[in-house]
Protein backbone atom coordinates (compact mmCIF):
# COMPACT_ATOMS: atom_id res chain seq x y z
CA UNK A 1 0.00 0.00 0.00
CA UNK A 2 2.70 2.39 0.89
CA UNK A 3 4.14 1.47 -2.93
CA UNK A 4 1.41 2.65 -4.38
CA UNK A 5 1.21 6.02 -2.05
CA UNK A 6 4.55 6.54 -2.87
CA UNK A 7 3.77 5.88 -7.02
CA UNK A 8 1.12 8.51 -6.75
CA UNK A 9 2.55 11.04 -5.43
CA UNK A 10 5.72 11.01 -8.15
CA UNK A 11 3.86 13.33 -10.48
CA UNK A 12 2.85 16.28 -7.58
CA UNK A 13 7.03 16.05 -6.21
CA UNK A 14 8.10 16.39 -9.90
CA UNK A 15 5.81 19.24 -10.28
CA UNK A 16 6.76 20.76 -7.32
CA UNK A 17 10.66 20.40 -8.06
CA UNK A 18 10.38 21.32 -11.56
CA UNK A 19 7.82 24.35 -11.20
CA UNK A 20 8.23 25.67 -7.58
CA UNK A 21 11.67 24.87 -5.94
CA UNK A 22 13.61 24.91 -9.07
CA UNK A 23 12.37 28.43 -10.33
CA UNK A 24 13.01 29.61 -6.99
CA UNK A 25 16.34 28.22 -6.57
CA UNK A 26 16.98 29.98 -9.97
CA UNK A 27 15.41 33.57 -9.02
CA UNK A 28 17.73 33.32 -5.40
CA UNK A 29 21.24 32.34 -7.54
CA UNK A 30 20.76 34.57 -10.40
CA UNK A 31 20.13 37.49 -7.22
CA UNK A 32 23.79 36.89 -6.74
CA UNK A 33 25.00 38.08 -9.90
CA UNK A 34 25.18 41.67 -11.80
CA UNK A 35 24.59 42.44 -15.11
CA UNK A 36 28.37 41.78 -16.09
CA UNK A 37 27.50 38.29 -14.64
CA UNK A 38 30.10 38.52 -12.30
CA UNK A 39 28.92 37.44 -8.32
CA UNK A 40 27.99 39.97 -6.18
CA UNK A 41 26.54 41.07 -3.30
CA UNK A 42 26.26 44.64 -4.75
CA UNK A 43 22.36 44.07 -5.92
CA UNK A 44 20.84 43.34 -2.21
CA UNK A 45 23.46 46.64 -1.35
CA UNK A 46 21.87 48.78 -3.87
CA UNK A 47 18.09 47.62 -2.97
CA UNK A 48 18.23 48.21 0.72
CA UNK A 49 20.39 51.78 0.26
CA UNK A 50 18.22 52.85 -2.58
CA UNK A 51 15.69 55.31 -1.36
CA UNK A 52 14.02 54.54 -4.73
CA UNK A 53 13.55 50.95 -4.04
CA UNK A 54 12.60 51.35 -0.47
CA UNK A 55 9.77 53.41 -1.86
CA UNK A 56 8.59 51.31 -4.29
CA UNK A 57 8.72 48.65 -1.31
CA UNK A 58 6.21 50.96 0.42
CA UNK A 59 4.27 51.86 -2.24
CA UNK A 60 3.67 47.98 -2.86
CA UNK A 61 2.57 47.58 0.07
CA UNK A 62 0.35 50.16 0.75
CA UNK A 63 -1.56 49.51 -2.66
CA UNK A 64 -2.09 45.89 -1.77
CA UNK A 65 -3.39 46.81 1.19
CA UNK A 66 -5.54 49.33 -0.28
CA UNK A 67 -6.66 46.72 -2.41
CA UNK A 68 -7.65 44.27 0.13
CA UNK A 69 -9.11 46.47 2.74
CA UNK A 70 -11.66 47.95 -0.69
CA UNK A 71 -12.25 43.73 -1.62
CA UNK A 72 -12.73 43.07 1.62
CA UNK A 73 -15.66 45.67 1.98
CA UNK A 74 -17.05 44.64 -0.61
CA UNK A 75 -16.78 40.88 -0.46
CA UNK A 76 -17.65 40.53 3.28
CA UNK A 77 -21.21 41.70 2.87
CA UNK A 78 -21.60 40.05 -0.83
CA UNK A 79 -20.58 36.55 0.64
CA UNK A 80 -22.89 36.91 3.64
CA UNK A 81 -26.00 37.91 1.17
CA UNK A 82 -24.66 35.20 -1.60
CA UNK A 83 -25.23 32.62 1.62
CA UNK A 84 -28.79 33.57 2.71
CA UNK A 85 -29.96 33.89 -0.99
CA UNK A 86 -31.83 30.46 -2.63
CA UNK A 87 -30.03 30.72 -5.49
CA UNK A 88 -26.79 30.99 -4.15
CA UNK A 89 -24.74 28.96 -6.48
CA UNK A 90 -25.95 30.34 -9.40
CA UNK A 91 -24.92 33.87 -8.26
CA UNK A 92 -21.75 32.46 -7.23
CA UNK A 93 -21.16 31.44 -10.61
CA UNK A 94 -22.22 34.64 -12.23
CA UNK A 95 -19.47 36.10 -9.58
CA UNK A 96 -16.65 33.67 -10.60
CA UNK A 97 -17.62 33.98 -14.47
CA UNK A 98 -15.38 36.75 -14.89
CA UNK A 99 -12.09 35.26 -13.66
CA UNK A 100 -12.71 32.81 -16.97
CA UNK A 101 -11.35 36.48 -18.72
CA UNK A 102 -8.23 37.12 -19.57
CA UNK A 103 -6.50 39.93 -17.59
CA UNK A 104 -5.42 41.28 -20.59
CA UNK A 105 -9.12 41.69 -22.55
CA UNK A 106 -10.34 42.98 -18.76
CA UNK A 107 -8.26 46.15 -18.77
CA UNK A 108 -8.52 46.96 -22.33
CA UNK A 109 -12.12 46.25 -21.44
CA UNK A 110 -11.20 49.01 -18.63
CA UNK A 111 -9.72 51.72 -20.87
CA UNK A 112 -12.73 51.92 -23.45
CA UNK A 113 -14.69 52.49 -20.43
CA UNK A 114 -12.19 54.85 -18.75
CA UNK A 115 -11.36 56.76 -21.43
CA UNK A 116 -12.48 60.19 -22.37
CA UNK A 117 -15.08 59.13 -24.84
CA UNK A 118 -16.10 56.20 -22.71
CA UNK A 119 -19.18 54.59 -21.20
CA UNK A 120 -18.43 56.37 -17.38
CA UNK A 121 -17.94 60.19 -18.75
CA UNK A 122 -21.02 59.77 -21.07
CA UNK A 123 -22.67 58.90 -17.86
CA UNK A 124 -21.45 61.77 -16.06
CA UNK A 125 -22.08 64.47 -19.36
CA UNK A 126 -25.80 62.77 -18.67
CA UNK A 127 -26.22 63.29 -15.01
CA UNK A 128 -24.14 67.10 -15.73
CA UNK A 129 -20.88 66.89 -14.27
CA UNK A 130 -18.91 66.79 -17.46
CA UNK A 131 -16.03 64.64 -18.75
CA UNK A 132 -13.48 64.02 -15.97
CA UNK A 133 -9.96 62.16 -15.91
CA UNK A 134 -10.94 58.46 -15.26
CA UNK A 135 -8.14 56.77 -16.80
CA UNK A 136 -4.74 56.72 -15.41
CA UNK A 137 -5.25 57.62 -11.94
CA UNK A 138 -4.60 55.91 -8.74
CA UNK A 139 -7.97 55.48 -8.20
CA UNK A 140 -9.06 54.22 -11.63
CA UNK A 141 -5.96 51.59 -10.84
CA UNK A 142 -7.25 50.55 -7.42
CA UNK A 143 -10.88 50.31 -8.76
CA UNK A 144 -9.69 47.98 -11.58
CA UNK A 145 -7.43 45.69 -9.14
CA UNK A 146 -10.37 45.71 -6.81
CA UNK A 147 -12.64 44.36 -9.49
CA UNK A 148 -10.34 41.75 -10.84
CA UNK A 149 -9.67 40.44 -6.95
CA UNK A 150 -13.39 40.29 -5.67
CA UNK A 151 -14.26 36.82 -6.79
CA UNK A 152 -10.78 35.35 -5.17
CA UNK A 153 -12.09 37.26 -1.77
CA UNK A 154 -15.71 36.27 -2.29
CA UNK A 155 -14.62 32.70 -2.23
CA UNK A 156 -13.40 31.57 1.16
CA UNK A 157 -15.34 34.12 2.54
CA UNK A 158 -18.79 32.75 1.24
CA UNK A 159 -17.86 29.14 1.96
CA UNK A 160 -16.54 30.06 5.63
CA UNK A 161 -20.22 32.03 6.34
CA UNK A 162 -21.87 28.65 4.36
CA UNK A 163 -20.16 26.33 6.68
CA UNK A 164 -21.35 28.21 9.76
CA UNK A 165 -23.92 26.68 12.39
CA UNK A 166 -26.81 28.29 12.21
CA UNK A 167 -28.26 27.26 15.44
CA UNK A 168 -25.00 29.54 16.65
CA UNK A 169 -26.56 32.53 15.55
CA UNK A 170 -29.76 31.67 16.96
CA UNK A 171 -28.76 31.08 20.25
CA UNK A 172 -27.19 34.55 20.10
CA UNK A 173 -30.05 35.52 19.30
CA UNK A 174 -32.13 34.02 21.69
CA UNK A 175 -29.79 34.96 24.11
CA UNK A 176 -31.02 38.96 23.49
CA UNK A 177 -27.70 39.53 21.20
CA UNK A 178 -28.27 42.73 18.86
CA UNK A 179 -27.34 42.11 15.25
CA UNK A 180 -24.36 43.95 15.14
CA UNK A 181 -23.68 41.70 18.47
CA UNK A 182 -24.31 38.19 17.29
CA UNK A 183 -21.77 39.85 14.37
CA UNK A 184 -19.13 40.93 15.86
CA UNK A 185 -18.99 38.22 18.64
CA UNK A 186 -20.40 34.90 16.54
CA UNK A 187 -20.69 35.27 12.56
CA UNK A 188 -17.18 37.52 12.27
CA UNK A 189 -15.14 35.40 14.57
CA UNK A 190 -15.91 31.95 13.50
CA UNK A 191 -15.85 32.87 9.70
CA UNK A 192 -12.00 34.50 10.35
CA UNK A 193 -10.22 32.20 8.98
CA UNK A 194 -12.08 32.50 5.24
CA UNK A 195 -11.45 36.12 5.80
CA UNK A 196 -7.32 35.41 6.09
CA UNK A 197 -7.51 32.87 2.79
CA UNK A 198 -9.43 35.79 1.22
CA UNK A 199 -6.40 38.39 2.26
CA UNK A 200 -4.22 35.91 1.58
CA UNK A 201 -5.59 35.23 -1.84
CA UNK A 202 -5.54 39.25 -2.80
CA UNK A 203 -2.86 40.89 -1.11
CA UNK A 204 -0.05 38.26 -1.93
CA UNK A 205 -0.79 38.84 -6.05
CA UNK A 206 -1.71 42.36 -5.14
CA UNK A 207 2.20 43.17 -4.30
CA UNK A 208 3.39 42.19 -7.47
CA UNK A 209 0.91 43.68 -9.88
CA UNK A 210 2.61 45.33 -13.34
CA UNK A 211 0.20 44.86 -16.54
CA UNK A 212 -2.13 47.22 -14.49
CA UNK A 213 0.35 49.94 -12.90
CA UNK A 214 0.70 50.47 -16.68
CA UNK A 215 -2.27 50.08 -18.45
CA UNK A 216 -4.65 51.33 -16.00
CA UNK A 217 -2.27 53.70 -13.87
CA UNK A 218 -0.42 54.82 -16.69
CA UNK A 219 2.78 54.30 -14.89
CA UNK A 220 1.67 57.00 -11.89
CA UNK A 221 1.40 54.04 -9.65
CA UNK A 222 4.87 52.32 -9.45
CA UNK A 223 5.48 49.07 -7.58
CA UNK A 224 8.22 46.31 -7.46
CA UNK A 225 6.13 44.16 -9.93
CA UNK A 226 6.70 47.66 -12.58
CA UNK A 227 10.65 47.47 -11.56
CA UNK A 228 10.74 44.02 -11.83
CA UNK A 229 9.29 43.80 -15.86
CA UNK A 230 11.50 47.25 -16.43
CA UNK A 231 15.06 45.09 -15.13
CA UNK A 232 14.13 41.85 -16.86
CA UNK A 233 12.63 43.42 -20.44
CA UNK A 234 14.27 46.38 -20.67
CA UNK A 235 17.57 47.19 -18.78
CA UNK A 236 18.09 43.38 -18.93
CA UNK A 237 19.88 43.62 -15.44
CA UNK A 238 18.42 40.20 -14.77
CA UNK A 239 20.57 40.23 -11.16
CA UNK A 240 18.87 43.08 -10.01
CA UNK A 241 15.11 41.93 -11.15
CA UNK A 242 15.99 38.98 -9.14
CA UNK A 243 17.23 40.33 -6.15
CA UNK A 244 13.36 42.58 -5.94
CA UNK A 245 11.84 39.32 -6.61
CA UNK A 246 13.70 37.12 -3.55
CA UNK A 247 12.39 40.83 -1.45
CA UNK A 248 8.75 39.87 -2.48
CA UNK A 249 9.06 36.30 -2.13
CA UNK A 250 10.01 36.79 1.23
CA UNK A 251 6.82 39.59 1.67
CA UNK A 252 4.60 37.14 0.35
CA UNK A 253 5.98 34.63 3.09
CA UNK A 254 5.70 36.65 5.80
CA UNK A 255 1.84 37.61 5.07
CA UNK A 256 1.37 33.79 4.71
CA UNK A 257 2.73 33.10 7.94
CA UNK A 258 1.09 36.54 9.20
CA UNK A 259 -2.79 35.19 8.05
CA UNK A 260 -2.34 31.54 8.27
CA UNK A 261 -4.25 29.32 10.20
CA UNK A 262 -2.99 28.67 13.67
CA UNK A 263 -2.78 25.21 16.22
CA UNK A 264 -2.74 25.14 19.69
CA UNK A 265 -0.59 22.24 21.24
CA UNK A 266 -3.00 18.84 21.09
CA UNK A 267 -4.17 20.15 17.30
CA UNK A 268 -6.81 22.77 18.60
CA UNK A 269 -7.36 25.93 15.92
CA UNK A 270 -7.10 29.04 17.58
Known amino acids: MKKYNAFYSVPYVLW ?18 NISGQFTLSNYQDYFGSGTYLRMTFNSIWYAFIITLVTLLI ?36 IGIFSQAGAANRFFEFIGIGPQQILFTKSSFIFVAAYIEIPFMILPIFNAIDELNPSLVNASRDLGATNWQTFSKVIFPLTLNGVKAGVQAVFIPSLSLFMLTRLIGGNKVITLGTAIEEHFLVTQNWGMGSTIGVVLIIAMVVIMFATGERRKKGGHHE
Open 75 to 110: SYPTAYWLSQTRHKQLWLLLIILPTWINLLLKAYAF
Open 16 to 33: LLLFVIAPLVLIVYQSFF
